[in-house]
């Protein structure tokens, strides 16, 4: 296997690890009937504006186990244009939305954005949860970007046969 398949490999199973930690961490927020992030409370007011709060966890969890499958499906995109073009756009989107939220949050915990909530009254599990966020994101760009150049490649050496 050549190093840059390796560096694939493993940014994408972190990758998928970092969206199954995010999974995990959903359910145990619905399990408690909390919203926010393990470490990140919710406004008090956040409340309000969720009719339930273990369904819209259990929601969250389930968009978790979504861009867990989508981490997998870029070890082998499949030739199939209908199949690797959604997965390569969902996995930028998807490496988008969780950049922004690490980067909320990071603001947050700084106290550079208290419209989005209080500095968070423990910053141990804060930190962790950034550093595995951030971790996830950067996984999930490596991955994404090596499965992107591999797409072109097998696309540009199909059309020139």
């Keep these: ?3 840059s398949r390796k ?3 493993a940014a994408a199973l972190t990758a ?3 969206a199954l930690a995010y999974t995990v961490s959903k359910v145990d927020l619905a399990r408690k009937g909390e919203l926010g992030m393990p470490g990140f409370p919710a406004p008090t007011g956040a409340y309000a504006a969720v009719a339930d709060v273990e369904t819209a966890q259990l929601a969250n969890a389930a968009l978790g186990l979504l861009m867990a499958v989508v981490a997998l ?25 969780v950049g922004a939220g690490v980067l909320g949050f990071g603001a947050r915990a700084a106290g550079l954005a208290p419209s989005l909530g209080e500095t968070p009254p423990h910053m141990l599990p804060a930190l962790a949860a950034l550093l595995v966020g951030g971790l996830w994101v950067t996984a999930w760009t490596i991955a994404t970007v090596s499965a992107t150049r591999s797409s072109r490649r ?3 050496t199909s059309a020139n046969q």
Excluded at 77 to 94: C, T
């Design 154 to 156: 097998r696309c540009t």
């Design 1 to 3: 296997m050549t190093r």
């Design 73 to 97: 499906l870029l070890l082998r995109l499949p030739r199939n244009p209908f199949v690797r073009w959604p997965a390569l756009v969902v996995s930028w989107a998807g490496i988008a939305m």
């Design 7 to 9: 560096k694939h490999l």
């Design 16 to 18: 998928c690890l970092g």
